[in-house]
């Protein structure tokens, strides 16, 4: 049984105080974390003296709040096993798991539908397959076929490359995990920005021993003196951006920006990871020159925004000695990309420019359609326009994300709150809203959201006596 500790759970919840009772505040934080998976079914909390004391408030706080969860079906206590984490209805994990794919309206998730071609394609590839049953089938590096297409493409971009500089993986997170288990030790600091891809702060807290923050601004994008002091201050060994619209504010980082960016990290001897899974999905914007263009930075790619999710194709553009050495990390990890995968991926690439432009219409009538409804719904929320990507990072001028995120749920809309893509709480302010969904399942979620936002009223009337962080 896994067991979390208070200070980490301390950590997990962030500025849960949000007004109102301090308990149920604190029971609806852990039961967000719940839901949204950050606390995994089946874990032991903390006791009610040790959480208490870590988050400075008394035991009856605690355990009034561990009262109401159990009250809920959120957790389930026993004598001597501590309370353990469920959820209401549900008896196991899978169980749970099961029931939540089931889900038809799933928000929380900024992705699209396969793509027309795969199908087709898919069966190109199994009639291929046969012959390539001769070999063993294990290649940590990837079908040089189908590396020779991806160099190509970086080529295209202006980045002269050759198989050798690519390594062919099972996704970008597999990607960016290797990288970090690769490149990073357990007493390195790494940068990130704020917001960013939940999945990536995971990956790297596993390896770093720090994170340090660099500020991404929907309309002003990255900050120029925060880049310089936190290379100065933190020295990162490695540094993860997401230049090209960015995952979720949608900003894309102009080039003066990315050669100050290439210039710190050289000054510093700090390794640069950019993450290009969103760079192709243009929708009247244009991202800019890879960051390869502008020093020695390891790209990462991915099929799975652009063409499918369950494509599980991603890559790394690297200097080769690079690539060997993420090779001999790899073995201890896996043994090679599955052939009829990169198969699919081999043949979509040769249409690729095609599946772009149906995503770009796509994203447009997406973006077009989400943009009207919030701002016609919720005139008070700043709604930014964006220029490519998956979704916007809406502010929603007071700091209840997760409470109306929680609410949200309960309407039969799970939905990012903001602190899921921040750390220690931040971005309570914001919402990240996906554009991805067909216009009708757009306007459910817009109503049940506006629902939502009518039950959080109370406690946005409530001034309480903590004041979260605001960014």
């Not at 969860?69 to 899978?94: M, N, Q």
């Not at 357990?186 to 990956?203: G, I, K, M, N, Q």
């Not at 002091?229 to 990315?258: I, K, S």
């Amino acid at each position: 049984m896994m067991v979390l500790t208070a200070r980490r759970l301390v950590t997990e919840l962030g500025a849960w105080r949000a007004g109102g009772p301090a308990y149920s505040a604190l029971a609806d934080r852990v039961r967000l974390l719940a839901l949204d998976g950050r606390i995994p079914l089946g874990t032991r909390l903390p006791a009610e003296r040790e959480l208490a004391s870590e988050l400075g408030v008394s035991r009856t706080t605690v355990a009034a709040a561990y009262a109401r969860l159990r009250e809920a079906g959120y957790l389930r206590s026993t004598r001597g096993s501590g309370s353990v984490v469920t959820i209401p209805g549900r008896h196991s994990p899978v169980e749970d798991i099961e029931a939540r794919t089931a889900t038809t309206l799933d928000f929380s998730k900024a992705a699209l539908p396969a793509a027309p071609q795969v199908g087709e394609a898919s069966l190109r590839a199994a009639q291929a397959l046969p012959a390539y049953l001769g070999g063993t089938g294990y290649d940590p590096l990837g079908l040089p076929r189908l590396r020779q297409a991806l160099a190509e493409r970086y080529t295209a971009k202006g980045v002269p490359t050759e198989p050798e500089n690519i390594m062919v993986t099972l996704g970008a997170q597999h990607a960016i995990s290797l990288i970090t288990k690769t490149f990073l030790s357990r007493a390195d600091t790494a940068l990130v920005e704020a917001p960013s891809y939940p999945h990536a702060y995971d990956a790297l807290r596993l390896r770093a021993r720090k994170l340090a923050t660099v500020t991404v601004d929907p309309r002003r994008g990255w900050d120029d003196h925060g880049l310089a002091q936190t290379f100065r201050e933190a020295r990162p060994a490695l540094a993860y951006v997401m230049p090209d619209f960015h995952n979720p504010t949608g900003a894309v980082m102009p080039a003066p920006q990315r050669q100050l960016l290439m210039d710190l990290a050289r000054r510093h001897d700090s390794l640069v990871v950019a993450d290009e899974t969103t760079a192709d999905l243009r929708i009247d914007g244009a991202a800019g020159a890879p960051l390869a263009n502008y020093g020695p930075a390891l790209l990462v790619g991915s099929m799975g925004k652009t063409v499918w999710g369950g494509l599980r194709i991603g890559w790394i553009r690297a200097e080769r000695d690079k690539i060997r050495r993420l090779e001999q990390s790899r073995y201890a990890q896996d043994l090679g990309t599955p052939i009829l995968e990169q198969l699919i991926a081999l043949d979509l690439l040769g249409q690729y420019e095609e599946i772009l432009r149906y995503r770009t219409v796509q994203l447009r009538e997406g973006r077009d359609h989400a943009e009207e409804l919030l701002r016609s719904h919720f005139p008070q929320w700043d709604v930014p326009h964006v220029a490519g990507g998956l979704c916007t990072w809406v502010n929603i001028g007071e700091p209840v994300s997760s409470q109306l995120a929680l609410a949200a749920r309960e309407g039969g809309l799970p939905i990012g709150a903001g602190p899921r893509f921040g750390l220690g709480g931040a971005f309570e302010r914001f919402l990240r809203f996906p554009l991805s969904y067909p216009a009708e399942e757009t306007s459910l979620a817009v109503e049940i959201l506006a629902e939502a936002w009518h039950r959080v009223e109370p406690l946005r009337r409530v001034d309480g006596d903590f004041t979260p962080a605001l960014v």
